[in-house]
């Protein structure tokens, strides 16, 4: 006998609200505590390092901020799958 019962909420198909969305964010070399005291130790690694970043300097922790605020809109609402490089551009060189 079929049943003309709804199924009940956690057997029904997810819908778009609440599904979940996979998207890591891969953050490049941020300033921190850690790489501030760099450029007065050793100015040479310093300037190697930021000639490895196409856009010349050292993220800030409010880049991958950012990039986690637009991952979390309305905006990225079909972003999913694919990783968000907030690395000034060093893995696409």
């Given at each position: 006998m079929l049943?003309?019962?709804?199924?009940?909420?956690?057997?029904?198909?997810?819908?778009?609200?609440?599904r979940?969305?996979s998207?890591?964010?891969?953050p490049?070399?941020?300033?921190?505590d850690n790489?501030s005291?760099?450029?007065?130790k050793?100015?040479h690694a310093?300037q190697?390092?930021?000639?490895?970043?196409?856009?010349?300097?050292?993220g800030e922790?409010?880049d991958?901020t950012q990039?986690?605020?637009?991952?979390?809109?309305?905006?990225?609402?079909?972003?999913?799958?694919t990783?968000i490089?907030?690395?000034?551009?060093?893995?696409?060189?």
């Amino acid at each position: 006998m079929l049943s003309s019962r709804r199924p009940r909420k956690e057997q029904r198909a997810p819908t778009r609200r609440n599904r979940a969305s996979s998207s890591p964010i891969c953050p490049g070399i941020i300033l921190s505590d850690n790489v501030s005291p760099v450029p007065e130790k050793n100015p040479h690694a310093f300037q190697v390092l930021l000639d490895g970043i196409p856009i010349g300097h050292l993220g800030e922790p409010n880049d991958s901020t950012q990039a986690a605020l637009y991952l979390a809109s309305e905006d990225a609402r079909h972003v999913t799958g694919t990783e968000i490089a907030v690395d000034g551009g060093y893995t696409a060189r």
